[in-house]
């Protein structure tokens, strides 16, 4: 059959990355490094859209005088034993390398007298949080792309990513997507693809949709396998309204309150008390409701001005957070840091993501999975999501770089392309049906039916 080239625009490369967070862009450089040809797309704009450009930037970090044992036996324990030791100990190794690295782009983090300042990690007894030094993680992934850009990677925004290609032996091929703002069909024709489009995120609080990826459905329509579906993230917030960066006060040293006044952690987790892991804060957080000691608040009055202080130079002095606390002060006649609200536990992601091992691959050769699309532990604990995707974006790209140094591009059936697109358009012909953000807030309105 004759082969129909002109729907579509080629563009071809040793490694392609779908998606620009932290995975993608660590993905891109330690790619771009090995001496393969990278492009990266993304269907927003790579380095200013997903999770990683609203972080806090908070990130764990082994320093020389620390043990890895016992960051291993904290990350192990916080995640129920859930979670693959040997990758643990992976982003815990390569933690300190790649703070020189940010170091070097020009990225600092805080110090005080020479030395680094960190926050103890909630959920852990021994974790050290670095904070970056004037900025978020806004400003890490803006240099992180810029870096990439000045290793040659090809960045290709608003392009959205739906599919895999395979080819006839079922070996990768690359990836089709469709301009976000122009309306073209892309064909990105690679050797080795790295998937790091994040999972699937959905905050049940306040009317905000976070869906992000779509990679590891790809993945595993394409054959890949899927791991930890029924694991979910339920986290707790601020009931009224969201005020980010506000989850680290209890390591700072505000206490979980009930109706009655009482700090109550202390019975459920008698080490880490109101320090504990996220999944306990609210499975306590549930039981006190049951007992009917709800609401529950964050006790910020009883924190002491010292306290207040390192949290306004971590969190409030940049990033979102002055913004925030403005709205809070302006619009809700409160001060996070003066006055307790209630706070409320809801569901927030899935944890599932394309199974990945040591090095990234999957069940299918020449695909890898970086970032939050592969899976990096059931529990979240602030600051291990950057330096987990962190780890696994600079060991994805070095594995896709390696494995494209191996193999040739693949025949590409450019009839299948263009059935595969006709699917994926199907949908938008129909002129029928709900717009997907009415769907979001019809779901949230049950939520939010459902809670007490
Ligand atoms: C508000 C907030 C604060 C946080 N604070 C911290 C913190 O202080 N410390 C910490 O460790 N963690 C924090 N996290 C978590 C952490 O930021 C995320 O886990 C991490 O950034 C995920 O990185 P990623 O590269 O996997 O995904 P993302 O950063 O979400 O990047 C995925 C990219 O893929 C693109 N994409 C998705 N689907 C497609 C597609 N089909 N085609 C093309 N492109 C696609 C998206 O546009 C996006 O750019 C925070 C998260 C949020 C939301």
Known sequence: MRQDHSLWEVLKSDVLIIGGGFGGLWAALRAAESGASVT?????????????????????????????????????????????????????KGSYDRLKDLESFGFPFRKKGGAYVWTKARGTRNVKNLWPEHATAADEVTILRKVALSRDVKVVDHVYIYDLVKDANCGIAGAVGIGVKDPKNYLLHAKSVVIATNSGGYRGHHL????????????????????????HYINIRPAKHEIEGSGILPAIGARWTNAKGVHYMDTYDPVLKDRAPVSKIVVAAAKEAIKGNAPISIDVEGMTEEEREKFRVLQVSHGWMPILFEKCRREEGYDPLQDNIEWQPAYEANKLGVDADLNCGTAIEGLFAAGMARPLGINPFTGWSIASCTWSGYRAGESAGEYAKGTELKAIDFNALTESTETFLEPLKSGQGVDPDSLVHEIQKILFRLMP
């Not at 291993?72 to 100990?89: F, H, S």
């Not at 905000?208 to 694991?231: H, S, V, W």
Request: contains cysteine.
């Open 40 to 92: 990266l797309v993304d269907k927003s704009f790579a380095g200013k859209s997903g999770h990683s450009y609203f972080a806090g930037g908070a990130m764990m970090v082994l320093l020389p005088e620390d043990d890895p044992d016992e960051y291993v036996y904290d990350i192990t324990l916080g995640n129920e034993w859930l979670v693959d030791q040997e990758m643990v100990a992976g982003v815990f």
């Open 208 to 231: 905000a949709c976070e869906l992000q990826g779509t990679g590891p459905f790809m993945a595993y329509d394409a054959g890949a396998r899927i791991k930890n579906p029924e694991f």
